[in-house]
């Protein structure tokens, strides 16, 4: 398990290197001064110099790179070894620390993809696997093509229409915008009853394509279970039918949820940035963009850092849970 | 006797009832009465203010929020809910003496002012706002319009730290200049020129979020990305209305909803602007135009498309002259939406011409080919066209590639996306031949316009924004003579240039001035445009 885990973790700093050496290259290809787009239109060649200066950005792009590692390192060398808070550095455009501005809006993100996960699991659980125990019936057929309804509809879409109609013509819940759970903006909702009424449109939105997929996945699932041997033969001992869905179909049939799960929660990071975006959340997803379209990239390099480390720590645990709940996988 | 006498005193009392209430109405509609206890939430769709440090701002937004929360030498006066849009005294007593020479401004500090906080105005004030503007650890934009205040360039240079031209005595403040600057009290109109208590304003190149302001509003809380909130300054005791009590803008807000949240009373207003432009001519048709809820004004600011006059194509006059003639500007501008600006044949908006003005220089109605071809003498090479890829340059790009191959020219396009095409054509010696830009103006004067966009002086290798490589030695010449005039001849002289430039060299084909359309709430009142900034005043507005 040990070996293993050291394996997996050496793994994840070379994905990690790679990954944002791509994102620090491609950033660099574009052909945008982000001195110039600080400074103004109207700063004269002698400023922008100044401000590229004061950015970083007049140095080699290796230099620049190799700055950025070292600032997100929780270990320096600069007059002898110790560790440090690693930091992402400065947004070129309002000069606000990065960390600061992921700190803001991870929460946001989190809520988000945290409450979707719970609606679009109690939507795909119960629903997949009634479909799977009755085949063809009137049940199945309309899940089914909920299903694809749900994968067919862009949440973008989904979104609008939703607030449209239900936050705006109805009225039955905001039609944007988000409440924080533990500090309020000043004269804004806040509070937990607050935060779930904001959300529970931003929450069905994000899980419809989700439940949709899953709904699917499950339901594949339990029935292909439901013809293994090992249940008929714990039928075939008289095992209550109770028993013989908890222990043998279930728990077999679910094992891969628990995998896809690991995996969407890093997709869902980049699905939710439509969501934010309708919605008005100020989430990772609506961060990047802004960070993207003012060429911005300590904020987008501090953005992928912090997905990339989150993805990867979420396989590495989805690994681990798979390993001890299925006896039959070995580590090594 | 004493019947009459005891109906008579409620009656009175009722009478004198009605008589006040009568009165308190008509206060609260004067445009600088206070709405006692009101929080005014508003919008801005898609964006965050960049800095709310005055000597960082250098937005729209940033603009209308200074103006609120700033006390400047001279500025555009909201007084009696009216703008006006010649520079009055603020902080001042009255306009500046001006030696004879051009070079020196003296200014009365008026006493009396203070900050929020309760520190005195002084001129030292004015005085720590510009050395803290030219320090160089702020890295602020003003200084590319201030070198000729003497000693500024030496501060932003690290060769001095304060900026020996600006002296303050008493309640006496001297700016003194290098040489003649008749647009001087244009730029002390900006935001970076608010007056700062600098025992609360350090020195930061992060800028600092929250700081007292000596306007009708100061800063009382800033969260980035998310909240900003204004708070009447209860100090001020000036006449420029402040009737909300508090302004609570909700920033990065998504530009369709906040439509619908304006629709239904959440938000007052977007202070940017119509969030959902496509909902113009809706709103335009429901509500009418600058009577209740919708409102379009001409901003000050061109969009037009450059012509690279360095490059083989475009360094013919009759060529780029015929381009004018074969331009579709209706169909140019009808690509923004409904009511989206005001077609022009001009470089500077008409506020800035001093009344000499011109839209018919070249056709406003449609193309005209045929003369197109007839100027050009049919002759018309290879155009690199670049554009910027979007809902607006994409579709631009198609209808101006088709009107140039009317015309006759062999056109190719490139795009680019955002801001990368201004890095771009800001090299020297580039292959572009046209390209779409726009121009929005920092403050009131045509040097804004003239000096950084078709000075040919100006040209260096890189961060060009000359974008037409435009070099004429009697159009600089003129730029400097009208630099070196004041009052209403100055603007006349930009006026004139104009016309001049754009009948002789036309280096341009200018499309239009953008126009900003304005929604607002239902229940909203006291929309004010300022036209110096080209947005609303957030001060005037409040709830019925």
Known sequence: MIRYIIRRLIWAVALFLTVTLIGFVLFYLIPADPAKFACGRACTPDMVKKVAHYLGTDRPVYVQYGKFLGRIMPVSFHGGFHLKSPNLGRSFVNRQSVDYTIGQAAPETASLVLGGLVIWMLIALPIGILSALRPRSLLDRVSMTGVLVGISTHPVWLGLMASWLIGYKLHITPIAGYANFFHPLFAQPGGPIQWAYHLILPWITFAILFAAVYVRMIRANVMETMNEDYVRTARAKGAPEARVMRVHILRNALLPVVTMLGMDVGLALGGAIFTEQVYSINGLGYQTIQALNNYDSPTVLGILVFVCTSVIVMNLLVDLVYAWIDPRIRLS | ?544
């Open chain 2, 1 to 544: 006797m004493r019947k009459r006498l005891w109906y008579t005193a409620p009656l009175s009392l009722i009478g004198a009832a009605a008589l006040a209430a009568a009165l308190a109405v008509t206060a609260a509609g004067s445009p600088t009465a206070r709405t006692a206890g009101q929080t005014l939430q508003l919008a801005s769709s898609a964006t965050d203010v960049d800095y709310t440090d005055p000597a960082l701002s250098y937005s729209v937004l940033g603009a209308q929020i200074e103006y609120e929360t700033c006390a400047k030498l001279v500025n555009y006066s909201d007084a009696g809910g009216k703008f006006d849009n010649e520079l009055t005294p603020d902080a001042a007593t009255g306009m500046p003496v001006i030696s004879k020479d051009g070079k020196t401004y003296t200014f009365t500090i008026r006493s009396g002012i203070k900050f929020s906080d309760g520190a005195p105005l002084t001129a030292q004030s004015f005085v720590a706002a510009m050395n803290r503007d030219a320090n160089p650890s702020m890295n602020s934009p003003v200084s590319a319009f201030m070198s000729e205040v003497v000693g500024w360039d030496n501060v932003v240079n690290k060769k001095a730290s304060k900026i020996s031209g600006v002296t303050a005595k008493g309640n006496k403040l001297t700016i003194k200049l290098t040489q003649r600057d008749g647009g001087l009290l244009d730029k002390l109109a900006m935001p970076f020129f608010c007056a700062i208590d600098p025992a609360k304003t350090p020195i930061n190149p992060q800028g600092v979020n929250t700081l007292p302001g000596a306007g009708p509003y100061y800063i009382a809380s800033r969260t980035v990305g998310k909240q900003l909130v204004l708070k009447r300054n209860p100090y001020y005791k000036g006449n420029r209305p402040h009737r909300a009590d508090t302004i609570v803008m909700t920033m990065n807000t998504n530009p369709q909803q906040t439509f619908l949240q304006i629709s239904n009373g959440t938000y007052a207003t977007d202070p940017n602007g119509l969030s959902n432009p496509s909902a113009a001519a809706q709103l335009a048709k429901q509500y009418g135009v600058n009577k209740s809820r919708f409102f379009v004004h001409s901003t000050p600011e061109t969009d037009y498309v450059a012509l690279n006059t360095s490059r083989p194509t475009f360094g013919s006059v009759a060529v780029r002259k015929a381009v004018n003639y074969a331009i579709d500007r209706p169909a140019l501008l009808r690509v923004r939406g409904a009511l989206a600006g005001q077609r022009t044949t001009e470089i500077l908006p008409e506020s800035l011409t001093g009344g000499v003005y011109n839209q018919h220089l070249y056709p406003i109605a449609g193309a005209d080919v045929s003369k197109a071809k007839q100027v050009s003498g049919g002759k018309c090479g290879n155009v690199n066209l670049w554009y910027a890829t979007g809902p607006v340059g994409t579709p631009q790009s198609g209808i101006l590639k088709y009107n140039l191959q009317q015309m006759g020219c062999n056109v190719q396009t490139k795009s680019y996306v955002g801001y990368a095409i201004y890095t771009a054509a800001g090299v020297r010696g580039n292959d572009m031949d046209a390209m779409f830009a726009g121009w929005l103006q920092d403050y009131a004067d045509g040097y804004d316009f003239f000096h950084i966009l078709l000075d040919g002086r100006t040209i260096q290798a890189s961060n060009n924004n000359n974008l037409a490589y435009f070099n004429n030695a009697t159009v600089n010449k003129r730029i400097d003579q009208a630099n070196a005039l004041t009052g209403p001849a100055r603007a006349k002289a930009w006026g004139n240039l104009d016309i001049y430039t754009m009948k002789n060299f036309a280096p341009w084909a200018p499309i239009d001035n953008r126009a900003i359309r304005d929604y607002v709430a239902p229940r909203v009142a006291g929309y004010l445009y300022m036209p110096a900034w080209g947005a609303q005043d957030l001060g005037t507005l409040y709830l019925k």
